[in-house]
């Protein structure tokens, strides 16, 4: 069996990957697939850890999670739809209106 | 027995029906065609004068003495108490009331019956002129006013009815209201009247408070309202010795009434708007200045002769301003060119008659003249109206001559009026004068001797009238010549309708000395000499038949002289008039220039009042204009404008100086909002890894217990 540090070594870097994607790129869609990056680096260390202490909970979370991402991606990807009608754009620089 | 029946029941119909159509043509007149505007307020004239005619029937089918209807149709003003002069504190109320007796019955007949005949007349005259609605809607208005008057049953509702007529009086003058004399005219004589009515008003309040009551009579009511009446409280107060004979009190009653009656029937000196008035269309001047509203002074005075009976002075000053004003009047009238002028003097010198006969209490013999008089002066005027509608609108009299074949409708109606004015027997006037003449020598013989003068002037300018008019050669231009023609049927009807009353007219007071019984006499006789304890009785000296026939063959002899007179100045020329009027140049100016009185007046009021006027105006630009109003104005704006600044300056500086303040405080955090969320991203991922840096220690904690 793998030591621990490998699990979450993977984790952390999907999820500075996940980070980056979503600071620097400036498509919507992209930033959205960043934050199942994000998401997915949580499943992996609530796996990993759950593994390590025999304790199935972290698993059901990381269905959970599974389940949330799902639900979040419909949400995000129909504001997403309603934005582009509006604005006929999906770049995320431009949606600055509610600035000073 | 008292009298009853529909017609006396239905007393207030004869008012309204006229009222009724003067609404109409006044609100919606425009829109009605001439022939609807002329059945509408034509019939209902005749309406007014059949209900008449029957209440007149119905109230001469009851003994002489009962002959009363008092009809009050509800309170109509209860300004409660008031203190009586002798201390009594009573109720005081007024009625809107209709009262038909002896008197009003006369009044209410002539003013529907000739009232009747001058709207048929004025469907032809009027038929060509613009505004034909408003002229019929204020005849009718005229029509329910005067029958107000006459009909009223007591001195308010009385007065109502002389304000409406002087009302309608003063639209119908100003009827051509372009044209400027005209509305001047119309303004002359509603101011002149105003004078007069306000004589009459106080007399009013002086009744008022003398007697606590204005009702005229409370004879024709129940029980109940029994000695509620002027006359009722007269004599009671005779009997209670409270006042007597020639008391002051009610020779000033009397004198003030009479200024209203001045005012109203242009006696002297409130005369001078009558010969304007005649500005006004023909059958205006007909109905209004000389058949109805200008004898409404005459009813007035003998509606209130129990007052004038009990008051000798103010007696003897209506004989004397009456006799005045008719010689006045008359000598007025010999040269006048206008034929309506001409008629408009001698109307007022008829007036002047009616008032002598009141003065020399002889009221049934006033009333009489009145009425004989509404016939031919209506039919005069509606003749001369006729002449200026053949003359093509002409009206002087120095243009005319030689209608006598080419009108004959107009001449001989005219011919009959003016002999029945003359005073030729048996024609209507005839009989009035000399009653009135026969009184006023029992009076006192110098009245009659200026009443007989006056009877002669009148006789000669009524036929240098007829002659200028109708006979001789034409003197009109030849345009106006071509047109000549006589009147529609419309309007000869009524002309020959009131010829017959001015023949037949007086014959009902066929005096005793010539075998007939003066029917008329008789049937005033409940209101004008009503029995009164402690009332001085009338002095009747009964005049011999010799005196009686003297004076009718004077009278009969004094018009033929003033005939045969014009008949050798303006027929045969015997007499040149030039000549005498260049012989007496200061009198025959002095006259035409109607004794320069209307200057008179002028300078004497009317710039007296103008220049006050001028003055008071410039009082009000300099004064309350200048300092009060302006000066208000410019504190006013003074104090804006410092509030303004304040409210500039302070209050809206101190708001902007805090929205400044935040603005200027937030620059440096501004810049943080970008709007993007990647920004935002970033920040919260900064915040995340200070937190975690800062709780460092904890951090290591949870670990090494989750480990």
Same mark, same amino acid.
Request: charged content about 10%; proline content about 3%; overall charge neutral.
């Given at each position: 069996?793998?030591?621990?540090?490998?699990?979450?070594?993977?984790?952390?870097?999907?999820?500075?990957?996940?980070?980056?994607?979503?600071?620097?790129?400036?498509?919507?869609?992209?930033?959205?697939?960043?934050?199942?990056?994000?998401?997915?680096?949580?499943?992996?260390?609530?796996?990993?850890?759950?593994?390590?202490?025999?304790?199935?909970?972290?698993?059901?979370?990381?269905?959970?999670?599974?389940?949330?991402?799902?639900?979040?991606?419909?949400?995000?990807?129909?504001?997403?739809?309603?934005?582009?009608?509006?604005?006929?754009?999906?770049?995320?620089?431009?949606?600055?209106?509610?600035?000073? | 027995?008292?009298?009853?029946?529909?017609?006396?029941?239905?007393?207030?119909?004869?008012?309204?029906?006229?009222?009724?159509?003067?609404?109409?043509?006044?609100?919606?007149?425009?829109?009605?065609?001439?022939?609807?505007?002329?059945?509408?307020?034509?019939?209902?004239?005749?309406?007014?004068?059949?209900?008449?005619?029957?209440?007149? *029937?119905?109230?001469?089918?009851?003994?002489?003495?009962?002959?009363?209807?008092?009809?009050?149709?509800?309170?109509?003003?209860?300004?409660?108490?008031?203190?009586?002069?002798?201390?009594?504190?009573?109720?005081?109320?007024?009625?809107?009331?209709?009262?038909?007796?002896?008197?009003?019955?006369?009044?209410?007949?002539?003013?529907?019956?000739?009232?009747?005949?001058?709207?048929?007349?004025?469907?032809?005259?009027?038929?060509?002129?613009?505004?034909?609605?408003?002229?019929?809607?204020?005849?009718?208005?005229?029509?329910?006013?005067?029958?107000?008057?006459?009909?009223?049953?007591?001195?308010?509702?009385?007065? *109502?009815?002389?304000?409406?007529?002087?009302?309608?009086?003063?639209?119908?003058?100003?009827?051509?209201?372009?044209?400027?004399?005209?509305?001047?005219?119309?303004?002359?004589?509603?101011?002149?009247?105003?004078?007069?009515?306000?004589?009459?008003?106080?007399?009013?309040?002086?009744?008022?408070?003398?007697?606590?009551?204005?009702?005229?009579?409370?004879?024709?009511?129940?029980?109940?309202?029994?000695?509620?009446?002027?006359?009722?409280?007269?004599?009671?107060?005779?009997?209670?010795?409270?006042?007597?004979?020639?008391?002051?009190?009610?020779?000033?009653?009397?004198?003030?009434?009479?200024?209203?009656?001045?005012?109203?029937?242009?006696?002297?000196?409130?005369?001078?708007?009558?010969?304007?008035?005649?500005?006004?269309?023909?059958?205006?001047?007909?109905?209004?200045?000389?058949?109805?509203?200008?004898?409404?002074?005459?009813?007035?005075?003998?509606?209130?002769?129990?007052?004038?009976?009990?008051?000798?002075?103010?007696?003897?000053?209506?004989?004397?301003?009456?006799?005045?004003?008719?010689?006045?009047?008359?000598?007025?009238?010999?040269?006048?060119?206008?034929?309506?002028?001409?008629?408009?003097?001698?109307?007022?010198?008829?007036?002047?008659?009616?008032?002598?006969?009141?003065?020399?209490?002889?009221?049934?013999?006033?009333?009489?003249?009145?009425?004989?008089?509404?016939?031919?002066?209506?039919?005069?005027?509606?003749?001369?109206?006729?002449?200026?509608?053949?003359?093509?609108?002409?009206?002087?009299?120095?243009?005319?001559?030689?209608?006598?074949?080419?009108?004959?409708?107009?001449?001989?109606?005219?011919?009959?009026?003016?002999?029945?004015?003359?005073?030729?027997?048996?024609?209507?006037?005839?009989?009035?004068?000399?009653?009135?003449?026969?009184?006023?020598?029992?009076?006192?013989?110098?009245?009659?001797?200026?009443?007989?003068?006056?009877?002669?002037?009148?006789?000669?300018?009524?036929?240098?009238?007829?002659?200028?008019?109708?006979?001789?050669?034409?003197?009109?231009?030849?345009?106006?010549?071509?047109?000549?023609?006589?009147?529609?049927?419309?309007?000869?009807?009524?002309?020959?309708?009131?010829?017959?009353?001015? *023949?037949?007219?007086?014959?009902?007071?066929?005096?005793?000395?010539?075998?007939?019984?003066?029917?008329?006499?008789?049937?005033?006789?409940?209101?004008?000499?009503?029995?009164?304890?402690?009332?001085?009785?009338?002095?009747?000296?009964?005049?011999?038949?010799?005196?009686?026939?003297?004076?009718?063959?004077?009278?009969?002899?004094?018009?033929?002289?003033?005939?045969?007179?014009?008949?050798?100045?303006?027929?045969?020329?015997?007499?040149?008039?030039?000549?005498?009027?260049?012989?007496?140049?200061?009198?025959?100016?002095?006259?035409?220039?109607?004794?320069?009185?209307?200057?008179?007046?002028?300078?004497?009021?009317?710039?007296?009042?103008?220049?006050?006027?001028?003055?008071?105006?410039?009082?009000?630009?300099?004064?309350?204009?200048?300092?009060?109003?302006?000066?208000?104005?410019?504190?006013?704006?003074?104090?804006?404008?410092?509030?303004?600044?304040?409210?500039?300056?302070?209050?809206?500086?101190?708001?902007?100086?805090?929205?400044?303040?935040?603005?200027?405080?937030?620059?440096?955090?501004?810049?943080?909002?970008?709007?993007?969320?990647?920004?935002?991203?970033?920040?919260?991922?900064?915040?995340?890894?200070?937190?975690?840096?800062?709780?460092?220690?904890?951090?290591?904690?949870?670990?090494?217990?989750?480990?």
């Amino acid at each position: 069996m793998l030591p621990i540090g490998h699990y979450l070594f993977l984790g952390l870097a999907l999820f500075i990957i996940g980070v980056i994607g979503v600071v620097t790129r400036r498509n919507v869609i992209v930033i959205l697939m960043s934050i199942e990056l994000i998401l997915n680096a949580v499943n992996i260390n609530l796996v990993a850890f759950s593994r390590l202490y025999g304790d199935v909970a972290g698993q059901v979370f990381a269905l959970f999670i599974i389940a949330d991402a799902a639900a979040e991606a419909a949400v995000g990807l129909g504001i997403i739809i309603a934005f582009f009608r509006n604005r006929e754009t999906v770049l995320e620089d431009e949606m600055d209106l509610l600035k000073w | 027995m008292t009298p009853s029946g529909y017609f006396l029941e239905h007393l207030w119909l004869i008012p309204l029906f006229p009222l009724v159509t003067a609404a109409l043509m006044l609100f919606v007149g425009r829109r009605l065609p001439n022939p609807a505007v002329s059945v509408l307020c034509v019939g209902s004239v005749g309406f007014s004068f059949i209900f008449a005619l029957g209440a007149v *029937v119905q109230l001469l089918s009851a003994d002489p003495e009962h002959r009363f209807t008092q009809q009050i149709l509800f309170e109509w003003l209860t300004p409660g108490q008031m203190l009586l002069g002798n201390g009594h504190l009573i109720r005081f109320t007024a009625d809107w009331g209709y009262l038909l007796d002896p008197l009003s019955s006369v009044m209410v007949l002539v003013v529907t019956g000739v009232g009747f005949l001058i709207h048929i007349y004025s469907v032809g005259y009027m038929g060509h002129e613009g505004g034909y609605y408003r002229f019929f809607g204020y005849m009718n208005l005229f029509m329910f006013s005067m029958l107000t008057l006459v009909l009223a049953n007591n001195m308010l509702l009385m007065f *109502v009815g002389w304000e409406g007529v002087g009302l309608c009086s003063y639209l119908l003058i100003g009827f051509y209201f372009l044209k400027k004399s005209a509305s001047d005219a119309g303004k002359k004589a509603f101011i002149v009247n105003r004078i007069g009515d306000a004589g009459f008003i106080l007399g009013i309040l002086l009744t008022a408070a003398t007697f606590g009551t204005i009702r005229f009579t409370s004879a024709g009511l129940g029980d109940a309202a029994t000695n509620s009446g002027i006359l009722q409280a007269l004599n009671s107060a005779l009997e209670a010795h409270t006042l007597a004979a020639g008391a002051s009190v009610l020779t000033a009653i009397a004198l003030l009434l009479f200024v209203g009656a001045c005012g109203k029937s242009a006696q002297i000196p409130l005369y001078v708007w009558l010969p304007d008035a005649m500005e006004g269309p023909t059958p205006v001047s007909a109905l209004i200045h000389a058949a109805t509203m200008v004898t409404a002074g005459v009813y007035m005075v003998v509606r209130m002769n129990a007052i004038y009976q009990l008051a000798p002075t103010a007696m003897s000053v209506v004989a004397i301003v009456g006799v005045i004003t008719a010689i006045f009047a008359a000598s007025m009238a010999l040269v006048q060119n206008d034929i309506k002028k001409v008629l408009a003097y001698s109307t007022i010198s008829q007036l002047g008659y009616m008032f002598l006969a009141l003065g020399a209490g002889a009221f049934a013999a006033g009333i009489f003249h009145l009425m004989t008089h509404a016939f031919f002066k209506a039919l005069l005027f509606l003749g001369a109206g006729s002449v200026i509608h053949a003359m093509s609108g002409e009206q002087d009299i120095q243009k005319m001559g030689g209608l006598w074949g080419k009108i004959p409708v107009t001449a001989w109606t005219f011919m009959f009026a003016t002999l029945a004015i003359a005073g030729i027997p048996p024609l209507a006037g005839f009989f009035s004068k000399d009653e009135i003449l026969g009184r006023a020598f029992e009076r006192h013989p110098a009245l009659w001797i200026v009443g007989f003068i006056t009877a002669g002037l009148t006789a000669f300018y009524m036929f240098r009238l007829v002659f200028l008019t109708f006979f001789g050669y034409s003197r009109a231009d030849d345009h106006a010549q071509k047109h000549i023609h006589e009147s529609p049927q419309t309007m000869t009807l009524p002309l020959v309708i009131l010829a017959v009353l001015s *023949v037949i007219g007086g014959w009902i007071g066929w005096p005793a000395s010539l075998g007939g019984g003066n029917l008329f006499e008789k049937f005033l006789e409940p209101v004008v000499s009503p029995a009164r304890a402690g009332a001085e009785s009338a002095k009747v000296v009964e005049q011999t038949s010799s005196t009686e026939y003297f004076l009718m063959l004077a009278s009969i002899a004094v018009a033929v002289a003033g005939i045969w007179l014009a008949y050798g100045f303006y027929r045969t020329k015997r007499f040149a008039p030039e000549l005498i009027a260049g012989k007496m140049g200061s009198v025959y100016r002095l006259l035409f220039h109607k004794y320069y009185v209307d200057e008179l007046y002028d300078a004497l009021f009317v710039n007296c009042t103008k220049d006050l006027g001028t003055l008071l105006g410039k009082f009000d630009a300099k004064v309350i204009d200048g300092v009060g109003v302006d000066g208000t104005g410019w504190l006013a704006r003074f104090g804006s404008t410092l509030s303004m600044w304040w409210d500039k300056w302070i209050i809206d500086g101190l708001l902007n100086f805090g929205a400044k303040l935040t603005q200027l405080l937030s620059f440096p955090v501004r810049f943080l909002q970008t709007g993007t969320f990647s920004t935002y991203a970033l920040l919260i991922l900064l915040g995340l890894a200070i937190l975690l840096g800062y709780y460092e220690q904890h951090l290591h904690v949870v670990l090494r217990g989750a480990r």
